[in-house]
């Protein structure tokens, strides 16, 4: 079965940093692009990230641009955001996402997400 | 690539069938995908490729569409389709999604 567990989130100050980490099992980690995506709360879905099996490939929403990096260990099977200069919009649900086996910019499955709130 | 949905809100009943379009800025081939979100869980992949039925999904799902317009169609709704459903666009980063289209109860 398919796990991805979503951790690290909390409440920070604007401008501060944080880091995600998703850690997953029940799957070839490094035979799949990963993704971040987010939901403000009573909002709808934002893709915010994503990076392809061997890291070669990765792309951002333009909201995140310069400011989150998204990263993976394939040797333990996790994925990472790194959050930088956070603002209060960046307050979301964030979910780790695994890329579809035929449409790997498809998310196939999702972790429960982490809540980040950015607020003083 | 902005997604367009419509309607934004559904009001629908037991047994209905209903149908949701999507609208891309421009040609996007069938790089569609289409998710249902229940409240307080994770989205699920309902179809992809606009029209692929993913493993597991009741049949009573279907997509359709190419270039710049998909509709998700619904025949028969049953108590727990009544969500929120999104289409996604896969052909090329940044990945964007619809604001979404929440299906209640009439």
């Known amino acids: 079965e398919v796990q991805l567990v979503e951790s690290g989130g909390g409440l920070v100050q604007p401008g501060r940093s944080l880091r995600l980490s998703c850690a997953t099992s029940g799957f070839t980690f490094d035979d799949y692009a990963m993704h971040w995506v987010r939901q403000a709360p009573g909002k709808g879905l934002e893709w915010v990230a994503g990076?392809?099996?061997?890291?070669?490939?990765?792309g951002y929403a333009d909201t995140v641009k310069g400011r989150f990096a998204i990263s993976r260990d394939n040797a333990k099977n996790s994925l990472f955001l790194q959050m930088d200069s956070l603002s209060p919009d960046d307050t979301a649900f964030y979910y780790c996402a695994k890329g579809h086996e035929s449409d790997q910019k498809s998310f196939a499955s999702w972790g429960q997400g982490t809540l980040v709130t950015v607020s003083s | 690539i902005q997604l367009t949905q419509s309607p934004a809100f559904l009001s629908a009943s037991v047994g209905d069938r209903v149908s949701i379009t999507c609208r891309a800025s421009q040609g996007i081939s069938t790089y569609l995908t289409w998710y249902q979100q229940r409240p307080g869980k994770a989205p699920n992949l309902l179809i992809y490729d606009a029209s692929t039925l993913q493993n597991g999904v009741p049949s009573r799902f279907s997509g359709s569409g190419s270039g710049t317009e998909f509709t998700l169609t619904i025949t028969s709704l049953r108590p727990e389709d009544f969500a929120t459903y999104y289409c996604q666009q896969t052909s090329i980063y940044p990945i964007t999604l619809g604001q979404g289209t929440r299906l209640e109860t009439k």
């Open positions: 990076i392809s099996w061997n890291s070669v490939k990765v």
